[in-house]
């Protein structure tokens, strides 16, 4: 009985993880699970943590297949030789069942399912109901499998009461129950749901990983950009994507030529670099735009702290951040980090004037550095 509600999972837009049936760059992890399998003594839940975008759900679906096929074969060989990784035929029928959403043996708490009781209506958050309904499913005897498999995706999207309800199903778990949380801040989720699991830390994709999961994705996309995109996204295939997406590169491109010129930058570039993030209805391009002005920030701050300038992103970028470190103090670029993310947080939940909080983001950056 698997969800279908649409999930914020940390995979490419491309491709649901329940759809996605390649992983790479974890290879270290699948061994991880195989071998516990193997061993004849899975534990009966698993904390799968990393940062967004890079794998974590398509990992935990990928297992929770592989144990539906598998019958009631652990510990011993499922396919005659031990298997050397997670991977199904893609015509397996319980490929074809995980990915239509129709497992009988497979239950998915994610944000965005019915809301348990109200009618009609769609729950943003993962609920004390729904976990309730899948504690109700892991105890029923499995339909066609050996195993009742529940994925929660992310984990950080539960209630306070939700988690303590899973709690208990991890305090005295079912026989034949796996239960696969995903987690993108396991240090937020109760001290004691992360002592009842195994945990997984999945680290992330390195660049050539990024970028051949790129050229899958986005065939059509520049090698010059993927390489880029590979860099700005931090190993997060799914970010990758998004900022491709989104147009987030070029913005990017745009920020550094700015960045490059402060002080002094031509005001007619400021207030069109402004006006393309505040204009729309939607608050996608400011967000984004803050997100990444944040990050650039981040970045120069964590290269004054350590001396060493991090590979360039786009053109220029080196240049901008030895010019700007020596116009001010670490201390000073990280005080300003922080009062504009603050900045930018206050302006989406006040509604505040778009275009004159990323002039005023500039203004403090360019006061800083005349002073």
């Known amino acids: 009985m698997s969800s279908k509600a ?20 974890h290879e270290a992890a699948e061994g991880t699970l195989l071998r516990a399998w193997e061993s004849g003594r899975l534990p009966h839940a698993w904390l799968i943590t990393g940062a967004r975008g890079i794998g974590k759900a398509t990992l935990a679906y990928r297992f929770a297949r592989f144990v539906l096929a598998a ?18 035929d893609p015509d397996h029928p319980v490929c074809r069942q995980v990915v239509a ?9 994610q944000p965005g399912m019915p809301h348990p009781d109200r009618k009609g209506q769609v729950a943003s958050d993962i609920l004390v109901g729904h976990v309730r309904q899948a504690v109700h499913f892991c105890n ?50 109760l001290a004691t749901i992360r002592s009842r699991c195994s945990q997984l830390a999945l680290p992330a994709l390195d660049e050539q990983t990024v970028r051949g999961l790129l050229a899958q994705h986005a065939p059509g996309l520049d090698s010059d950009d993927a390489a880029a995109l590979a860099r700005l996204s931090e190993g997060s295939i799914g970010r990758a994507l998004m900022l491709g997406g ?8 745009d920020l550094i030529g700015l960045l490059r010129e402060i002080p002094g930058a031509p005001a007619e570039r400021l207030h069109g670099f402004a006006d393309r993030l505040s204009q ?13 002005l944040g990050w650039w920030l981040a970045r120069l701050v964590r290269a004054g702290a350590s001396g060493t300038m991090p590979d360039e992103v786009v053109s220029g970028e080196g240049e901008a951040m030895h010019r700007l470190l020596d116009r001010a103090s670490l201390e000073q670029w990280l005080e300003l980090w922080e009062k504009i993310g603050r900045l930018f947080g206050r302006a989406e939940r006040a509604n505040f004037d778009r275009k004159q909080v990323v002039l005023t983001a500039f203004l403090e950056i360019d006061a800083l550095i005349a002073r």
Not at 76 to 85: K, M, N, Y
Not at 284 to 292: C, D, H, K, T
């Open 280 to 292: 729309g209805g939607e608050a996608g391009s400011f967000r984004l735009g803050g997100e990444l």
């Open 101 to 109: 959403g129709g497992h009988p043996d497979m239950f998915v708490l």
């Open 6 to 25: 649409a999930s914020k999972s940390d995979d490419p837009p491309l491709l649901e993880p329940r759809q996605n049936l390649d992983l790479m760059g």
């Open 246 to 253: 989104a147009g987030g590169l070029d913005l990017y491109r």
């Open 140 to 189: 029923m005897t499995p339909a066609s499998a050996q195993w009742r498999v529940v994925i929660v995706d992310p984990v950080d999207e539960m209630t306070p009461n939700a988690a303590n309800a899973l709690l208990k199903v991890l305090e005295e778990p079912p026989r034949n129950a796996l239960i696969l949380l995903v987690s993108h801040a396991p240090a937020r989720l």
């Open 71 to 88: 019958g009631n074969a652990q510990g011993g060989a499922l396919f005659g030789d031990e298997p050397s990784s997670l991977a199904l």
